[in-house]
């Protein structure tokens, strides 16, 4: 029931003994600020981090060919090992639910025009999951689908970098784009993290550059992602099998390191995994540690505060104040003062963080901050541990004899 | 209006126990002025406060109004408390942040009664004991005898049966004294029924009846001509 004169009685008391609702607002205040401030800057480190190694997908499995440095099966050093279609068709079957994407890659260089800007660019036809191996992020339109392949529709999907560069600032979707005297409908453009040499990349189907580029069914690279619920061992020796394989395949010698490489990301991802799992370990002794301290000092407060009223408790209950009002009295004023700094704290916290943030980026911290829930989380647990801390006093003071009470100076 | 038979009490001091009343017997009619007097240890403030049931007697039986006292829940004593009793205490005991007017209507808040209807009434005593232009001034801005008759107001709000004074003149000088003695007796005259606790043979003769306690005995309990405090005034 909303009891007007008890929340008269608490905010009077709370205004008249400033000193001491400023001195517990504070104490929560300060280690809200604390837990704010501390966990918006090790996200950041957090995120530093996995900005270096999160351009691109970390389960990645690059294959490329070469030229056989050995002899074997009675086949000479030097010969060129060049994949087909049918090549990657094969990986696709044989591993079946242990790769995650797959796509091939051809590269080319092209001068590309639209109307007169002229520029040289890199091009890639890929397959359709080529765009989450690379992470690139569409901006407008679409990426490169399977409809594409299958018609060998001659369509490109541009960086921004581009856009800005042939199309001066407009919007390149919809217009035709010249690749060496041909016309591509340009179906997408987009974004990556990896910086401006990624957002100056053609993407075209690899069906049309087949065509297109000497009408055969070759691959220069496959790439793959396996599936990522595969552990460390199981990544890694997915990776060594497909090398055995593919080198049977094309009748290279074991041991011939140039004629087939497979590089696997599995290789570098655990020193990285191993680092953020320090990190993340890191992060949350700095909360607890800060939120701790705050449990610490609230309670330290509100036993105080107990002991200082004991007096006007047994003042209280000499003119008839039942044990319950007692309680409550002592019991909401705290909750009230710790809910207002908490909030207090908050907001500066986040200010703060929000002021300092960009400033801090030359020290490796990226977009701190903290989610909001986790932050009120927290101060709720103050709160928690507040009531507690002054519950236990409260009930206390409220069951000895005023006349103790009273004695009390 | 109260009758107390053969009450004991006993505080316990380290390992043993200081037995303070050894079987007290009193009766106390209505309207009756009453001061109980003795050196200190003598036990008297104990009984004031069993009355008062800011304590709990260790046996004996206590009846205030028709009422036994024994065995009070918390919750229950808080309600007979608020209900029968008003309390005048030495060091008056005013709530240091509330304001006179504030600290008067305080019983009434906890009677339940509505804000307005408590101001009102804690104004209204206010002005009998003198203060009304004193109602918005914090404790610390009052005298001692401005404070004690706060105090007073704040006993009498209640509208209470019995007044329980603890010392009530022991922080204050003379002539202060006096002038807080001459209220009381006019509070009795009015019918209210008072009981004090004093070491001021002076004080005690205000009264109209004397009880001496020694070593927790009620030693003696005799009537006495009241002298009036108004002509010390």
Redesign the interface.
């Given at each position: 029931m909303f009891d007007?004169?008890l929340w008269?009685?608490i905010f009077?008391?709370i205004n008249?003994?400033r000193t001491r609702s400023l001195l517990s607002g504070f104490t929560v205040a300060f280690a809200i600020l604390l837990f704010t401030i501390l966990f918006g800057i090790a996200n950041g480190l957090k995120n530093t981090f996995a900005e270096a190694f999160g351009d691109d997908a970390n389960n990645s499995i690059f294959i490329r060919s070469g030229n056989t440095t050995k002899a074997h099966k009675g086949l000479q050093a030097g010969r060129r090992i060049q994949f087909k279609n049918e090549d990657f068709d094969y990986i696709k079957d044989d591993s079946g639910n242990k790769v995650e994407f797959i796509t091939a890659r051809i590269y080319r260089n092209a001068t590309a025009s639209y109307k007169n800007e002229q520029n040289n660019y890199s091009l890639r036809a890929v397959h359709p999951d080529h765009q989450f191996l690379e992470k690139t992020k569409i901006k407008d339109g679409r990426y490169i689908n399977q409809n594409d392949i299958t018609n060998k529709t001659k369509v490109v999907v541009i960086g921004k970098k581009i856009e800005e560069e042939l199309f001066l600032r407009t919007t390149a979707l919809g217009k035709y784009i010249n690749l060496s005297g041909i016309p591509y409908k340009v179906v997408g453009t987009f974004t990556d993290d990896g910086g401006d040499w990624e957002e100056r990349l053609i993407y075209m189907p690899i069906s049309t550059a087949q065509h297109i580029y000497g009408n055969n069914d070759y691959i220069d690279q496959i790439n793959l992602t396996y599936n990522p619920e595969m552990n460390h061992d199981e990544a890694l020796s997915f990776g060594f099998s497909l090398e055995r394989k593919l080198k049977e395949r094309f009748s290279v010698a074991r041991n011939d390191q140039r004629a087939i490489r497979v590089g696997n990301m599995a290789e570098g991802t655990k020193a990285v995994s191993q680092m953020t799992t320090g990190l993340t370990f890191i992060i949350l002794v700095i909360g607890f540690g800060t939120l701790i301290a705050g449990i610490v000092g609230i309670s330290n407060i509100m036993i105080f505060i107990v002991k200082e009223r004991t007096?006007?408790i047994?003042?209280?209950?000499?003119?008839?104040?039942?044990?319950?009002?007692i309680v409550s009295i002592i019991l909401i004023e705290s909750i009230l003062i710790t809910a207002i700094a908490g909030y207090v704290g908050l907001l500066i916290g986040m200010g703060v963080i929000e002021a300092i943030g960009p400033s801090l980026k030359e020290y490796f911290i990226k977009d701190p901050g903290v989610s909001r829930s986790l932050v009120i989380g927290a101060t709720i647990t103050l709160i928690i541990a507040g009531s507690i801390a002054g519950y236990l006093p409260a009930k206390k003071a409220?069951?000895i004899?005023?006349?103790v009470a009273?004695r009390n100076d | 209006m109260l009758k107390i038979n053969q009450l004991h009490k006993s505080y316990p001091i380290g390992d043993s126990s200081l037995h303070v009343l050894k079987g007290i017997d009193l009766k106390v009619e209505a309207g009756e002025m009453v001061a109980i007097m003795g050196s200190s240890g003598s036990g008297k403030s104990t009984l004031l406060n069993i009355i008062g049931m800011l304590d709990e007697a260790d046996s004996g039986d206590y009846i205030l109004d028709g009422l036994p006292i024994k065995d009070l829940t918390e919750k229950k004593a808080a309600v007979y408390r608020n209900k029968f009793l008003g309390f005048i205490f030495q060091s008056f005991n005013l709530i240091n942040y509330k304001n006179a007017l504030e600290n008067v209507a305080l019983p009434l808040y906890y009677q339940g009664m509505k804000r307005k209807e408590r101001q009102e009434k804690a104004l209204f005593h206010l002005e009998k004991v003198g203060l009304a232009d004193w109602a918005q001034h914090l404790p610390k801005e009052l005298s001692g005898g401005q404070n004690q008759r706060v105090a007073i107001a704040r006993a009498l709000a209640a509208n209470p049966k019995l007044l329980l004074a603890d010392e009530p003149t022991g922080a204050l000088d003379t002539t202060t004294s006096y002038e807080i003695m001459a209220f009381i007796q006019q509070l009795n005259d009015e019918g209210k029924t008072i009981l004090m606790v004093t070491h001021e043979e002076d004080i005690a003769n205000m009264c109209k009846r004397i009880v001496r306690l020694r070593d927790g005995v009620i030693m003696e309990d005799k009537k006495v001509e009241q002298v009036r405090a108004e002509q010390y005034v």
């Amino acid at each position: 029931m909303f009891d007007l004169d008890l929340w008269r009685e608490i905010f009077q008391s709370i205004n008249k003994n400033r000193t001491r609702s400023l001195l517990s607002g504070f104490t929560v205040a300060f280690a809200i600020l604390l837990f704010t401030i501390l966990f918006g800057i090790a996200n950041g480190l957090k995120n530093t981090f996995a900005e270096a190694f999160g351009d691109d997908a970390n389960n990645s499995i690059f294959i490329r060919s070469g030229n056989t440095t050995k002899a074997h099966k009675g086949l000479q050093a030097g010969r060129r090992i060049q994949f087909k279609n049918e090549d990657f068709d094969y990986i696709k079957d044989d591993s079946g639910n242990k790769v995650e994407f797959i796509t091939a890659r051809i590269y080319r260089n092209a001068t590309a025009s639209y109307k007169n800007e002229q520029n040289n660019y890199s091009l890639r036809a890929v397959h359709p999951d080529h765009q989450f191996l690379e992470k690139t992020k569409i901006k407008d339109g679409r990426y490169i689908n399977q409809n594409d392949i299958t018609n060998k529709t001659k369509v490109v999907v541009i960086g921004k970098k581009i856009e800005e560069e042939l199309f001066l600032r407009t919007t390149a979707l919809g217009k035709y784009i010249n690749l060496s005297g041909i016309p591509y409908k340009v179906v997408g453009t987009f974004t990556d993290d990896g910086g401006d040499w990624e957002e100056r990349l053609i993407y075209m189907p690899i069906s049309t550059a087949q065509h297109i580029y000497g009408n055969n069914d070759y691959i220069d690279q496959i790439n793959l992602t396996y599936n990522p619920e595969m552990n460390h061992d199981e990544a890694l020796s997915f990776g060594f099998s497909l090398e055995r394989k593919l080198k049977e395949r094309f009748s290279v010698a074991r041991n011939d390191q140039r004629a087939i490489r497979v590089g696997n990301m599995a290789e570098g991802t655990k020193a990285v995994s191993q680092m953020t799992t320090g990190l993340t370990f890191i992060i949350l002794v700095i909360g607890f540690g800060t939120l701790i301290a705050g449990i610490v000092g609230i309670s330290n407060i509100m036993i105080f505060i107990v002991k200082e009223r004991t007096k006007e408790i047994g003042i209280r209950k000499a003119l008839g104040a039942s044990p319950r009002s007692i309680v409550s009295i002592i019991l909401i004023e705290s909750i009230l003062i710790t809910a207002i700094a908490g909030y207090v704290g908050l907001l500066i916290g986040m200010g703060v963080i929000e002021a300092i943030g960009p400033s801090l980026k030359e020290y490796f911290i990226k977009d701190p901050g903290v989610s909001r829930s986790l932050v009120i989380g927290a101060t709720i647990t103050l709160i928690i541990a507040g009531s507690i801390a002054g519950y236990l006093p409260a009930k206390k003071a409220s069951k000895i004899k005023p006349i103790v009470a009273l004695r009390n100076d | 209006m109260l009758k107390i038979n053969q009450l004991h009490k006993s505080y316990p001091i380290g390992d043993s126990s200081l037995h303070v009343l050894k079987g007290i017997d009193l009766k106390v009619e209505a309207g009756e002025m009453v001061a109980i007097m003795g050196s200190s240890g003598s036990g008297k403030s104990t009984l004031l406060n069993i009355i008062g049931m800011l304590d709990e007697a260790d046996s004996g039986d206590y009846i205030l109004d028709g009422l036994p006292i024994k065995d009070l829940t918390e919750k229950k004593a808080a309600v007979y408390r608020n209900k029968f009793l008003g309390f005048i205490f030495q060091s008056f005991n005013l709530i240091n942040y509330k304001n006179a007017l504030e600290n008067v209507a305080l019983p009434l808040y906890y009677q339940g009664m509505k804000r307005k209807e408590r101001q009102e009434k804690a104004l209204f005593h206010l002005e009998k004991v003198g203060l009304a232009d004193w109602a918005q001034h914090l404790p610390k801005e009052l005298s001692g005898g401005q404070n004690q008759r706060v105090a007073i107001a704040r006993a009498l709000a209640a509208n209470p049966k019995l007044l329980l004074a603890d010392e009530p003149t022991g922080a204050l000088d003379t002539t202060t004294s006096y002038e807080i003695m001459a209220f009381i007796q006019q509070l009795n005259d009015e019918g209210k029924t008072i009981l004090m606790v004093t070491h001021e043979e002076d004080i005690a003769n205000m009264c109209k009846r004397i009880v001496r306690l020694r070593d927790g005995v009620i030693m003696e309990d005799k009537k006495v001509e009241q002298v009036r405090a108004e002509q010390y005034v």
